[in-house]
């Protein structure tokens, strides 16, 4: 198992001068050299910014502009593209912050399904998840304390689950997404990945200005699906037992028939809007990836109707869960269907994240939990529209209960 980099750790001794954030490159220069697991596709240094993080090495998915960077989006369209000449919106945040762009990371093709070279660090030989594979992989790695990500579908919350790493996708429309090759704007979320949820706390707070929320126990809802594997069943009872043992309230999602209707509501609006969005790239689907291209096919020859019936679905899917999350923290739920899958071409299914995605919700991926195999089992908890501050308290709650 590789030893993940802690941020609050390498913070902590940027403040107090025990190391520097040229020393800091360094490491992470060095870490990555050592063992890549593929996650990397192109590396710059610009220098630091002053800010809450003082200096600590960032991660950015290569579908996000950094300027002196090509933005190759994981496809052969790509290849020959410009570097970029200016940040992405969502990295002038982070450079405000603190934080170092030291590079771009593997994604798949334009943020889909087909898969890049990456491994995944906690599991060799299995995939890393996708579509932020090569940022999850090098958190995991221990490369960065903290990468960027981007989540349409489950593309931060699944890797993270696949790499026992943590994870938090922001409410969409938090930050800007000027500066980023999206596949839907109704969908398109920001992300990011640290070891743990207490790191994910402590760049939220530097990143937003908004102070950590102290743990206190959770009132949540717990939901799952049938669909998930032996393993995670037993994995979701296990969290439940002892989140109850550890004195939090965690009571049954009351409407079982409200997520399948908002799961399947969520990939109709992503292949409709996916066509439009990436419509230059339609009209070259021959050389995208299968996938890909059946996607934006799909939405090009969807009726209009049924795509606003989609949207009408999310719209009656959002006002009837804030009735039932009235009172309560947070939604409990299943990550990802088990652990990674075995081999790298396929990045696993986002089923799991579609109706929160869907909804445009804040979700916490809370690592700590192994199947019999050892492999990682990541938990969520899907929080109340801009309220990450919040949510983190109760994963950092959460995380201690399940670790300790």
Not at 156 to 168: D, M, N, Q
Not at 256 to 263: E, R
Request: hydrophobic fraction near 45%; charge should be negative.
């Amino acid at each position: 198992m590789t030893a993940r980099w802690s941020l609050r750790a390498l913070v902590a001794d940027l403040a107090a001068g025990r190391t520097t954030p040229e020393a800091a490159v360094a490491e992470a220069r060095s870490r990555i050299a050592a063992a890549s697991f593929d996650a990397w596709v192109s590396s710059a240094y610009v220098p630091v910014s002053p800010g809450p993080l003082g200096g600590v090495p960032l991660g950015v998915k290569d579908i996000i502009d950094l300027a002196g960077l090509p933005t190759r989006c994981g496809s052969v369209l790509r290849a020959d593209a410009p570097p970029a000449t200016v940040d992405a919106s969502i990295v002038r945040e982070w450079r405000r912050a603190g934080a170092v762009p030291i590079g771009k990371t593997v994604t798949t093709e334009f943020a889909f399904f087909a898969p890049g070279p990456t491994d995944n660090p906690a599991a060799p030989g299995h995939t890393p998840g996708g579509s932020s594979s090569g940022s999850a992989a090098a958190v995991a790695a221990g490369h960065v304390p903290l990468a960027l990500g981007s989540q349409t579908a489950g593309s931060v919350t699944r890797p993270a689950a696949f790499c026992g790493v943590a994870s938090l996708v922001m409410t969409r429309g938090r930050y800007p997404v000027d500066g980023v090759t999206g596949l839907s704007p109704s969908l398109d979320s920001h992300g990011m990945f640290t070891a743990t949820v207490s790191d994910l706390a402590l760049a939220w707070s530097a990143l937003s200005g908004e102070p950590e929320v102290a743990p206190v126990a959770p009132r949540l809802l717990v939901w799952s699906s049938a669909d998930v594997s032996p393993a995670m069943e037993n994995a979701v009872g296990t969290a439940v037992s002892r989140l109850r043992a550890a004195g939090a309230v965690v009571d049954e999602f009351p409407d079982p028939a409200l997520v399948p209707a908002l799961t399947a509501a969520h990939p109709v609006v992503m292949a409709y809007e996916a066509a439009r969005e990436r419509s230059v790239e339609l009209a070259s689907a021959d050389r995208l990836s299968a996938p890909l291209a059946q996607l934006l096919r799909t939405g090009a020859e969807m009726p209009r109707a049924e795509y606003e019936a989609a949207l009408e679905v999310v719209a009656s899917g959002a006002s009837r869960l804030a009735e039932i999350v009235g009172g309560y923290d947070a939604v409990l739920a299943p990550a990802a269907l088990g652990s990674a899958p075995a081999g790298l071409a396929a990045t696993g299914d986002p089923v799991l994240s579609r109706p929160w995605q869907a909804l445009g919700l804040p979700a916490v991926a809370v690592p700590g939990l192994r199947d019999e195999a050892g492999l990682p089992l990541g938990l969520q908890l899907v929080g109340s529209a801009s309220g990450e501050s919040a949510l983190l308290g109760t994963g950092c709650w959460v995380e201690a209960a399940l670790t300790r």
